[in-house]
């Protein structure tokens, strides 16, 4: 009999009713008894519906307030000196650590936040040193385990492996030259067998022990970390299933047999060819493998027919008492489900599956595996190869002109008419702006005035015209809020967006939207991914009429904002019809053409942002020149189509440029403005020693965070900053968009912004 098995589930609720207890939590406006009972409600729900769809290990332990990672890091005492001693209950503590605390004598910024390997969700970063003192202050795994237990669900609950939070952790600034978290090992696996065995003790059968690492490069320097930690757990554990996810193993696999776990999950969605190997290493032992052939990264159906071959290969080598059939990850990456839809037309709803559907495919794959006779499964199967065929002839039609167009791109579209030293002369005389010119990332605070409007026109509770006077009110408002303050490169603000990449779907062809397929991208962030279903093109100019109506109201310069390809592209969810390649060049030649018409339209700048160009890279470094060899240019030929004149900025959100600094140089953005404040400034040195030649304004504060950074702050940044960069190149901003942040704030933080580069530009 084959088992089916979902990794890890949501933990937003259908509702999104934890990001809004937790905000209110925030607040003040709920207690944490409240909190802790809407977040119960939430998991029994989650628990119940699986084993309702007939899931048979069923993922416990994986619920969160903010961040799995940090809740891990919370219940091991890793919690950096700063947050403690301020008199903050253990909750406080740990959001304090998410998000920075302000107020009441308590000022602390948040903790580094980092993609979850190749997501757009969010973990905070474990901090440890020496000094770190592992105690296992509550076991996640055990309460939620007895919570499911009073629920009447018996679960699997899913632990974040020793070697995975070391290695995804970094040496806190306390920490001696050349510290490596690693070397905590022995001391962390006291706190872990603890936390096993109480599972155990507990009566949990299995445990699901998440080591991803293991398909990453670095996993092979640890191999022996591995077999050290595994060996002394295994004993006092649950029979433990070791998952990796989001890719191969490649060679790692060759440490899984010797470590003596009981199971092995790997992902045959992102690399279905690895199941080759995997069982020729495992076949001699007894490790029960869990496929991964239901996508936790995708929303798209899965082709029931192919995974019950892949499926019945592993049967024929093992036996069908060793196979599980599960999601490829976990499905927090996933909306909780389509019956969220109300409004999504029966043909496309027709082509998807989100969390709830995924998992009444795991069991409708185990079933078919075990050769179920139960009508219902059949019905489902049979379903299922319709629908995909369906899908498919549709796949086959396809917009003919823009093919042709992607064709038809010649090498000399992806460059600038001039190199950047004569592009620079003729943007000085054009731009007349100050040294350390200031500027802000594009987004002003997305306030409930209008998210209201946006929600009455969406019930049309308003017309159109009147919502447009609404959007052109606060453009103004935002324009003469920064002349007031004294900016000095204007954005309009981008009130009209929902989201930077929703925005950019909705007025494109080739996208399908939903209404509620929310997923977390972090803490209580979270964004609704439009979905890529046919060829993109674009019906008309998307934000022109916006950005014109901005600078009409300023003699200062305006800055144009767009979401770039390859963000777009991957915080889309994409087609798998097609190859990624097509679809980015297919929304870049959407976005040039939007570029020139701003330019036509008399805007100064255009900021493409490509925050995601980053988290897109391949997790193993062999396969990156192949993405980097389509992103890029991908980026170019957006950009590459105007004057020398235009000054074009790209935005980036993170600080980790060391392995792709080259890349970065490559895309001849005019100006880039990069995340800096949380990473010490030390990919300044990056920009140094590689000789970065364009303009840069690396975040002189965190935005992720309410707090406001006090104006000798930001003047001791700008002060290092011109410790390692040439004055001439500096930007002043902060370090991304201001949308989710507060007015009072927004204000107070670039007052002191403005006021420390004036400072500068008399003192420098
Ligand atoms: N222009 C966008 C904004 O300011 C950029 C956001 C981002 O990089 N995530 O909101
Ligand atoms: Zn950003």
Known sequence: MVHSSVLGFPRIGANREVKKAVEAYWAGKLSADELTKAAADVKKTSWTSLKQHGVDFIPSGDFSLYDHVLDHSAAFNVIPKRYLGHKLSPLDVYFAMGRGRQGDGVDVPASEMKKWFDSNYHFVVPEFSEETEFKLLFNKAVEEFKEAQLAGVVTRPVVLGPISFLVLGKAAKEAKPGFQPISLLPKLLLVYKQLLSELKDAGAEWVQVDEPILVLDVAANHEAAFSTAYKELVPVAPAILLATYYGRLDSNVKIVPKLGVAGLHIDLDRAPEQLTQVLEVIKSTNIVLSLGVVSGRSIWKNDIAASVKLGQKAIEVIGSERVIVATSSSLLHTPVTLAGEKKMSAEHKDWFAFALEKAEEVATIAAVLSSSQDSK????????????????DFERTSDDAVRKRVAAITPDMLNRKSPFAVRNEVQKQKLQLPKFPTTTIGSFPQTKEIRTARAKLGKKEITEEEYNEFIKKEIESVVRFQERIGLDMLVHGEPERNDMVQYFGERLNGFVFTENAWVQSYGSRYVRPPIIVSDVSRPGPMTVEWSKYAQSLTTKPMKGMLTGPVT?????????????????????????????DLEHAGIHAVQVDEPALREGLPLRRVDWDAYLGWALPSFKLATAGVTDALQTHSHFCYSDFDDIFSSIQDLDADVISIEASKSDLKLLNTFKRYGYSNKIGPGVYDIHSPRVPSEQEIKDRIAAMLQTLPADLLYVNPDCGLKTRGWKETEASLANLVNAARWARQNH
């Open 377 to 392: 499964v059949t019905a489902a199967f049979e379903a299922n190869k319709a629908s995909i065929t369906k899908r498919r």
């Open 568 to 596: 777009i592209l991957n915080w889309s969810f994409p087609r798998v019809d097609v190859s990624r390649e097509v679809q980015c060049k297919q929304l870049a030649l959407a976005l040039r053409d939007e570029v020139i």
